[in-house]
């Protein structure tokens, strides 16, 4: 078998030309197919696409040019090389040929050894094309295949971002003497911010902020687990409560409960991510909250009088270094008093001149949050910042608790 090139066409209205031309071509070993007229060339070319065209241009009806052109309008797998046989040999009427779709010309009378070197020069063009045409259709193959597999890639983060946002099922907690709001807004299918509450007893609740480093699956399934250490559903689960000596159910203080989870990710969890937390017990009758920072960003305390305070001794997050300590700390809140627990995807957002919101900036915006239910006030807080960040959405995860104290009278 040779080559790309194996079966060629030869046109010509001269029948001595074509035996002339064919004798030559045949004992080069090349199929070859003869048509008198560019009319007859077509009807062939239309059954069984030739590899080469050998045509003259200077034909009754349809000319050579003519012809190349309803040739090149063929619908056609495979390139096919086309060579117009002329005595013209001016620049402008050789342009007009490339113009019609030609590829080469061979002057008349033919040279035989001319005619080889033209085709072989056909042939390196056609194996080209033809191996670029193969690597095309590999590629277009692998590119379907990446569509698959981005699809079901893409269906199963939808269905992965329904499971995370299932891991926080109350959004709004009616405590009595508190209330409770939440908020997570992956900024992809999934992320690692992850908020929630637990109940310690009638007195007492666990209020929990938590920002896995990096973004996306392996985060997601980090605050999966973490999910389970602080689970409101599987007491005999949750790190962060434990078994009175009389049988009820106390607390561990909450630097005690970091201290624990940073132990448990170093010794148990095989993996390169870390998270920051912020972990509060409210005490629902007094007011009293005990807190712990893990490298979370400062609480924000909203006083019932406008008054804004964002204190913390801040802290290692958890993941990082074996053996560290977290620092107490604790503050008091009066009816109508909120505490509010954000992700640094809020206070690191950044507007379109790249510049972040930053504390004093989180600051002016809570201030728009006055005079809202705790669910309402959330909701403001989220269009605020995506009119701060002009639109076009967040860069991170963004998540907080909004925890209202209204008092034991109430």
Partial sequence: ??????????????????????????????EVIEAASGEEALELCEETPPDLVLSDWIMPGMDGIEFCQA????????????????????????????????????????????????????????????ELTQKNSMISDTLDELQRVYDSLDHDLKEAKKLQQSLVRDRFKDFGTGAAALILQSSGHVGGDLVGHFGISDSRVGLYSIDVSG?????????????????SNSPEQNVALKTLPDGR??????????????????????????????????????????????????????????????NGPGGLPVGLIDGATFTPFSIEMSPGDRLLILSDGVTECPNQDGDMLGEEGLEDLVGQMVNRDVTGALNVLIEELERFAGGIGFPDDVSGILFEFRGPWL
């Fill in 1 to 30: 078998m040779r080559g790309a090139i194996q079966r060629i066409l030869l046109v010509d209205d001269s029948r001595l030309q074509r035996r002339i031309l064919s004798a030559s071509l045949k004992s080069d070993g090349y």
């Fill in 71 to 130: 040739f090149r309008a063929l619908e056609q797998e495979k390139y096919g090389y086309f060579i117009l046989l002329t005595s013209k040999s001016e620049k402008a009427e050789v342009a007009k040929g490339l113009e019609g779709g030609a590829d080469d010309f061979l002057i008349k009378p033919v040279n035989a050894h001319e005619l080889r070197a033209r085709i072989g020069a056909g042939e390196r063009i056609v194996r080209m094309q033809r």
């Fill in 215 to 231: 973004h996306g699956i392996s985060s997601a399934l980090m605050t999966a687990r973490l999910a389970g250490f602080l689970s």
């Fill in 249 to 310: 159910q106390g607390y561990h203080p909450p630097a005690e409960v970091i201290r624990r989870l940073n132990q448990i990710i170093l010794d148990e969890m095989e993996t390169e991510h870390y998270f920051t937390m912020l972990l509060a017990v409210v005490n629902l009758q007094t007011g009293h909250v005990e807190m712990a920072q893990a490298g979370h960003p400062h609480p924000l305390i909203l006083r019932a009088n406008g008054q804004v305070e964002q």
